[in-house]
């Protein structure tokens, strides 16, 4: 499914699956989407490009149909080497966004062109200490980045300051219609200085499914990140 034009200038909560119940999947997904969630975050790793092994496409098109029957969206996050191996593959599966990192792709413009080709949105995800210039040569290709503020791998760590900073710095060089999704230590104290920093898909993990009734947590987290700024304006054109 094409993810529509407009959810990309939109404010979203993901939940990212990795902290969620595997034994229970399907059912945590229902949760969040009854809570009004729209997107379910993926997180793929290979053991390679980051020191952890997760799920697959297989799973991936188990739970895109109960996704998608629901309107919501599928985001895959590919944290693995030579991910342009693996772009039709999620296709196939029924993602509708995906990102690949810079860290991990030396043909960047052809992997997002590629991306966007198969029909998915397309996604660039920068690590911590990679900075605003690598990226700056295809930010007009992207349909949203991804700002990673922890160190990917893992959940339930602390976000990193300093790449939170990169997000206003990355705003005004983005197409304005592209989204900045904010992956890594968000949680109900942080969630509204990470919309206002200029993210507006945020990521979590362990806010959302580490704490005990997912559906809960997702209503409040999201409630919090809509929150009206407590000094001066946010992002124009943000419901
Ligand atoms: C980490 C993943 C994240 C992770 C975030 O590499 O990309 O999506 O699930 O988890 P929290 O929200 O717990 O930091
Ligand atoms: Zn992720």
Wanted: a negative charge; proline letters at 7%.
């Amino acid at each position: 499914m094409a993810v529509p034009a407009a959810v990309y200038r939109e404010l979203h909560l993901l939940p990212s699956l990795l902290s969620a119940d595997f034994a229970r999947l399907g059912e945590e997904v229902e949760a969040v989407l009854d809570a009004g969630v729209r997107f379910i975050h993926v997180d793929v790793m290979d053991g390679h490009f980051v020191p952890n092994l997760t799920i697959g496409p297989g799973v991936v098109s188990a739970l895109a149909p109960r996704v998608h029957e629901r309107g919501g969206i599928l985001s895959v996050h590919l944290m693995i080497e030579h991910p342009e191996q693996f772009l039709e593959t999620f296709a196939r599966a029924g993602a509708d966004a995906l990102s690949v990192h810079v860290e991990a792709c030396p043909h960047l413009y052809h992997a997002l062109q590629r991306i966007k080709s198969l029909g998915m949105g397309a996604g660039l995800a920068l690590n911590p200490g990679t900075s605003v210039e690598r990226v700056a040569e295809v930010l007009d290709l992207v349909d949203y980045l991804l700002v990673m503020t922890v160190n990917p791998g893992f959940g339930g760590q602390e976000l990193i300051e300093s790449a939170l900073a990169k997000v206003p710095v990355l705003r005004p060089l983005l197409p304005t219609t592209a989204a900045i999704e904010v992956d890594g230590g968000v949680n109900r104290e942080n969630i509204r200085r990470v919309v206002e920093a200029g993210a507006n898909w945020i990521v979590a993990g362990s806010a959302v499914f580490g704490a005990g009734d997912p559906f809960r947590q997702a209503q409040e987290l999201a409630a919090l990140m809509r929150e009206p700024a407590k000094c001066g304006p946010t992002r124009e054109g943000l419901p």
